[in-house]
């Protein structure tokens, strides 16, 4: 018995031996495709469903487009993804059906939905025994029992071993599929013989073509119809790197597997330029309850965040654990070439020149780890509660913010009394603001000051978008939503709560935007 064979009795998972993926993709092809195993092709994907029965249907999966699609191998129900309203539906499937996300097709490409296709077949093949079984044993329980995710954001973890229980049997098993789909759609053997076939091609004096690993890995990515990130990967595996590593343009092309740093600090402002350029980061950052600390997205748990003198913190249990907690921003030097857009297509991308060295900084979602969301309504809790004020400040706020006869100026004096800004200095300090306003204010003879000021006084006083938005009804000011400054005002507030003044005016200097505080003159008057 060749550990590809093995099996767990007790549950019918399948248990595959690191060593012999190859091999697995070998006996999957003899039985659906034996003519890819003899001679290089792309394989016939739409062809193979159809003759095991499966269907595929087009649904959103996720609103951050992490899920790339699913296949149910019971009758089951889908969490299905409204992107109009924002929220999640259950939605009835019959077993054999494959579900694929049509936005994440569109972003990462026809490759990246093959992998997924091919994926999910083979979870229909390799795991349906397993469900199966557990479906019978939770009869009783009448547990649900939902289809297995693929997640962009699993695709290099890979599950503890020894570690014996439901879920990581079922993390395992999705380890398979992530490993074995390339080595089906690209087998061993032909993929080898195709990269060696162009490489001498491109060798030949008659072609006039320079050997490239850009274009060697464009031609392989073209003739299987798989992403060139896939046949990066399987180039290494099938031991050409030797061909290759020779090529002018060898260390630019691999560069992101090669010399990428992982959990790369940010500042604010490079932070925010990050959330500018790309709208699944800020699902990301928005949907999973992060927030900006020390230099990193982190989920908003006080396992993770702390408060220090009106500051965010990274716990020490977090820094130990950035890969559970942060979302992964690679740094890489890079040096351009024809296809690297090709290969950073759902990347969030940030250059940075300086001088001769040139880095970019990149997020994706393959890249980060499976972070254990709790409900929604932790996070957000958390989020309201998370900056320096306690809740009987914020009640006591509230009432004052509410009662006609107290003003702007005694509600502001209540929490900068609260945060021992007893002088015009330390006022200065926290808001870049000129010291008499602090006197203007104590005095309760500044109740008509305008959006800048008072946005630079909430910022200093680290106050969260929800409750600046009552202080704002409080002074008749009016924030706007969709024109700049306030748009990007609140874009900030809600996406990084709890930055300093100086680095909120980092980031409005990268928005184009002016900065608060140190711009604005005392009106004498």
Known sequence: MSDIFDVNKKTGALILGKNRLDDYATKYLTRHCKEALATPMPLPVDKILQEVGLTVKEVSLSGNLDIFGCCLLLDGEVEVYNRESGTFHPTFFPAGTILVDPDSEALYGEGSKRNTLIHEALHWEKDKTYFEILALKNAEASEKLYPIMCRQSETFY????????????????????????????????????????????????????????????????????????????????????????????????????????????????????LLRVDSSLQEWVSGGRFVFADGYFVLADPKYITTKNGNLHLTTKAKKNLAQCAINIHEQKYTTYRNIQKDFMGFAVLYSVTGIDQRMLTFHPKYQATFNYEPKEVYAAFHKHILSYDENEEIELVKKLGDPTTTLCQCLWFLMENRKWKYPEIFNEKTLLHKNYHGKIKNDKYNNMGTDVLMAICVGLRLNLRIIEKIFEKSGNKLDYYKDPDRTYIHILENMPGLSIQDFNSVLEQADIPQLGSTIKIDEN
């Open 158 to 273: 890979e599950p503890p071993e020894g570690k014996k229980t439901k879920e990581n049997e079922v993390k395992w098993l999705e380890w398979q599929a992530h490993r074995l789909a390339p080595r089906v759609l690209m087998p061993y053997e032909p993929f080898k013989q195709k990269a060696l076939e162009l490489i001498d091609s491109y060798k030949n004096p008659q072609n006039d073509i320079v050997p490239s690993c850009d274009v060697l890995i464009e031609d392989l990515s073209e003739f299987f119809i798989v992403s060139r990130a896939s046949v990066k990967y399987r180039l290494i595996e099938v031991g050409i790197l030797g061909k290759i590593s020779e090529f002018e343009d060898y260390d630019a092309v691999f560069a992101e597997i090669n010399n990428r740093r992982e959990f790369v600090a940010l500042t604010p402002a490079e932070a925010y330029q």
